[in-house]
């Protein structure tokens, strides 16, 4: 499983000089290959929250299969993206 098994080169170029967030998922890879090809990259703490501003702050939950859920809380509000989440391969901690 690499870098290319997750996001596309070509949507990468579009996103140049931009932070990109990442789950902590077990091993690094995608940060390793992403970092490897001049990517500002920071890897979200599991579980816990990371403000990004005063309204905005989210939470990424990586699972065992290298996916995961990010959470989005804006001013109270709850977004929930599940989009790379299968909820057949979540292991309990």
Known sequence: ???????S???LELLTGKEI???DHFGGIIRKGLS???FKVR????CEWTALSDRV??????????????LVDINGRLIADLNDADDQ???PS
């Open 36 to 38: 490897e090809r001049g």
């Open 57 to 70: 702050r989210i939470m990424s939950i990586a699972d065992y299969n290298q996916d995961g859920i990010l």
């Open 89 to 91: 391969v979540w292991v």
């Open 9 to 11: 080169p070509r949507s």
């Open 43 to 46: 890897v979200l703490k599991d």
């Open 21 to 23: 967030l990442l789950p």
């Open 1 to 7: 499983m690499g870098i290319r098994n997750h996001l």
